[in-house]
């Protein structure tokens, strides 16, 4: 399936997709380089256009944009942090499985959380203009709908360990998103320069 359908479908009608999701076969590299890979471009590039093109309006000071390398620096290093995240999400995933009364290996894992990151890759075009981007908030919590619809489907978890397994699973990954992206965040701020107009 294409990537397009497939983010419409997952979004859209999340359930069927799902079960289509867990039957097709696939490889952890197929999913990071096929899916991954290209959505999780999406905040970063829009990023780079709002901090460098429109920039962020600070009242009392005016426009603030960050220079082009560093913005170019910027998005680099925010999409491969979001990569690696997603891979450490997926390891974290299968091992709690057990715990869960979940089966599942690494690729199956990979799955749920590829998949269930959609909405909020795709709110990064929110990204284009910083102020907007605060409401990506809302593409998170439907992130954790979808991990939620998606654990007994493809991770097989038996309904009684669904939201202990899916509250664990989003306090790990939301905390490891955090760490990620502040260590992103130092990186990609050694050297920059911003502008004000």
């Not at 590039?45 to 920039?55: L, M, N, Q």
């Not at 992206?181 to 107009?197: D, F, K, L």
């Amino acid at each position: 399936m294409d990537l397009k359908t497939r983010a419409v479908n997952i979004i859209k009608t999340p359930v069927p997709e799902w079960a289509r999701i867990s039957a097709e076969p696939a490889t952890v590299n197929e999913l990071m380089t096929g899916y991954a890979v290209p959505l999780a471009a999406i905040p970063a590039i829009c990023s780079f256009v709002g901090s460098t093109v429109v920039g962020i309006p600070v009242v009392f000071v005016g426009t603030i944009r960050i220079g082009v390398v560093h913005g170019l620096i910027s998005a680099l290093v925010a999409w491969a942090f979001a990569l690696v995240g997603v891979y450490i999400a997926a390891v974290i995933v299968e091992k709690l499985a057990p715990q869960f009364r979940s089966r599942g290996d690494l690729t199956q894992a990979m799955k749920l959380v590829v998949f269930a990151y959609t909405p909020v890759w795709i709110a990064g075009v929110l990204n284009i203009f910083p102020p907007l981007s605060v409401l990506a908030i809302i593409a998170g919590f439907y992130a954790i709908y979808l991990f939620y619809l998606g654990l007994p489907i493809v991770m097989g978890t038996p309904q009684e360990s669904v939201i202990p397994y899916m509250a664990v699973s989003a306090i790990v990954i939301i905390v490891l998103t955090v760490v990620l992206g502040a260590c992103a965040a130092a990186i990609a701020s050694v050297g920059g320069g911003m502008t004000t107009i």
